[in-house]
């Protein structure tokens, strides 16, 4: 058995990692608040655009528009979304383990390339054959120390010129949707070429007078369409984040207690075992002395 003092250290330093584990908990919680409302307030936005964009794409060959053309993949590109820090369980990890197993497996005669947005993927991926980057897509894995709409816009931008330039056939975003504090769903989700919603059978695209022309108003509409998918899987990766970290450093804070209620149970073991000896060793010396 360890002695007192062992224990006593051991004490302290548990009850330490547990101050630092409760207070990354809370700090968390307020970050998750702030990350909850943003998605909350951007969705509506987000769903309404597609639901005109369907409305739209129900009446018209969107397979003319360039961001929808579908040909042979022979280059494609999976954009791997993870966190810029760590100590949020297996945020990271399942992303990682998403990526190779679609880089080994559907998409390995693809000649698939990585794009990381946060450093933890980076890390993972930059010694790999499939690590890309470049000048202009540098400051995009670093996006999350200033995640803006703005920053988001140039990312997008940026891969919607590629796939233009046909360097990249197929885009895929692979990032962890948010569905509550101790829940994300890692998702995969094509971002380019578009893939048109389909009409519900029975369902009315809707009669209404377009000013300008039903076209013009795709064109506009397919690359806003596009920047606001980017972002919005971005706003969930940062949500899963905080909601991973704080799930992650509850549990933490709850085995610190467990652990020190066990310490502390040893040490008065220890230290019972220790005056009892002691007291022996008193009782031992006077019976000596009387004989």
Excluded: W
């Excluded at 964009?53 to 993949?73: F, P």
């Excluded at 954009?79 to 399942?94: D, E, K, P, W």
């Excluded at 377009?210 to 706003?235: A, M, N, W, Y």
């Excluded at 990766?237 to 502390?264: C, F, I, P, V, Y």
Aim: glycine content about 4%.
């Amino acid at each position: 058995m360890a002695n007192l003092k062992e224990i006593r250290n051991r004490i302290v330093s548990v009850g330490s990692t547990m101050q630092i584990t409760s207070a990354m908990k809370m700090v968390s919680a307020a970050k998750l608040k702030r990350a909850q409302d943003a998605i909350t307030q951007m969705k509506p936005y987000a769903n309404k655009l597609q639901e005109i964009l369907g409305n739209l794409s129900a009446t018209l060959d969107l397979s003319e528009n360039a961001y929808s053309e579908s040909r042979e993949v022979k280059n494609v590109l999976i954009i791997a979304v993870s966190s810029n820090r760590g100590l949020c369980g297996g945020f990271n990890n399942n992303i990682i383990k998403k990526v190779n197993t679609m880089v080994a497996g559907e998409y390995q005669n693809q000649n698939p390339k990585i794009l990381c947005l946060g450093k933890k993927v980076r890390d993972a991926f930059k010694r790999s054959e499939f690590y890309y980057t470049n000048e202009e897509l540098a400051k995009a894995e670093d996006i999350f120390y200033d995640l803006t709409f703005e920053h988001n816009a140039q990312i997008a931008e940026e891969l919607m010129s590629r796939f233009l330039n046909k360097e990249f056939d197929k885009v895929v975003v692979v990032y962890n949707s948010f569905i509550n504090a101790a829940s994300q769903d890692v998702k995969a989700e094509q971002f380019l070429p578009i893939v048109a919603n389909v009409q519900e059978e029975g369902k009315s695209a809707g009669d209404y007078i377009f000013e300008p022309s039903k076209e013009e108003i795709v064109e506009d509409l397919i690359p806003k369409s596009l920047k606001i998918q980017l972002f919005k899987s971005l706003l969930d990766s940062s949500a899963s984040e905080h909601g991973a970290r704080m799930t992650a450093m509850h549990k933490a804070t709850d085995n610190a207690k467990e652990l020190q209620k066990e310490l502390k149970l040893s040490y008065n073991k220890a230290r019972q075992a220790a005056i009892t000896n002691e007291i022996l060793e008193i009782v031992g010396g006077a019976e000596a002395l009387n004989n």
